[in-house]
């Protein structure tokens, strides 16, 4: 992923320039977009995030974003019970992150009237509410057909490899979720591609950290910490005018 953000920027870089020099830029009063996020703590699709701007000057934009994610545990593998469903060994607790954001976009290069790249300098801070939710899992009895789901406890002699059948169904223990206040900052540059001036296109790369009070609980079994850092990749739509 860090290659790829590496390629992306050098070659946005190196078309902004050329385009500065060769079209007029144009002009715009606010922005909003949205995407999904691939992060260094997260899965495939790491989460989503909303995210409105409106200018304050000629080159600097102040924004007000929300980022919904999953974090995980660095050491959380995938593995097959003897039924052949996959589930999270060792997992006693997902943590679902809600950011909320303020900051600022500062534009060091504008982008041309029908093609080019705008490039932005992002920096963001604020207020993270955490949501650790039990993962539950699906275990046996007295025999394969006789089967409960409770969240996961290493303490348990029922949730032991051989007994685990599977995870629980989707969003189950959501209603018991626990909340673990925090904080976020996020520094990073976004390259705007569209080439339409009321579309937005284009994709973020940057670092963001997460620190809660106190360390959250993902894996009981392993080592757990209350401060994330992340490095991540976001792809964004939108619409400015």
């Known amino acids: 992923m860090i290659r790829i953000a590496f390629f992306l920027i050098l070659f946005s870089l190196v078309t902004a320039n050329a385009m500065a020099q060769t079209e007029e830029s144009y002009e715009y009063n606010s922005e909003f977009n949205w995407g999904v996020n691939k992060n260094s703590a997260g899965g495939l699709i790491g989460g989503f995030f909303f995210k409105k701007g409106r ?3 000629n080159d600097v934009l102040e924004t007000y974003g929300l980022e919904i994610v999953n974090v995980k545990h660095p050491l959380e593998s995938r593995q097959s019970s003897n039924s ?20 600022r976009d500062w534009i060091l290069f504008k982008k041309a009237s029908h093609q080019g790249v705008e490039i932005k300098a992002v920096t963001a801070v604020g207020p993270t509410l955490g949501l650790r939710t039990p993962y539950f899992i699906e275990h046996a009895l007295d025999g394969p057909f006789n089967t409960i789901n409770e969240p996961y406890d290493p303490a348990n002699p029922n949730h032991s490899f051989p007994r685990i059948i599977g995870p629980g169904k989707l969003f189950e223990g959501l209603g018991q979720s626990a909340i673990q206040p925090g904080g976020n900052i996020k520094a990073a540059l976004n390259f705007e591609t569209g080439v339409l001036k009321s579309s937005l296109t284009g ?3 940057g670092f963001l950290l997460d620190a809660y009070l106190k360390k959250v609980e993902i894996m009981p079994t392993a080592a757990n910490k209350a401060i994330f850092p992340t490095v991540f990749l ?5 619409s400015r005018k």
């Open 55 to 57: 200018k304050l000057g």
């Open 84 to 103: 052949g469903n996959f589930f999270i060994f060792g997992k006693s607790n997902y943590l679902f992150a809600l950011r909320f954001q303020y900051g």
């Open 203 to 205: 994709f973020e790369v």
């Open 234 to 238: 976001s792809i964004f739509y939108g």
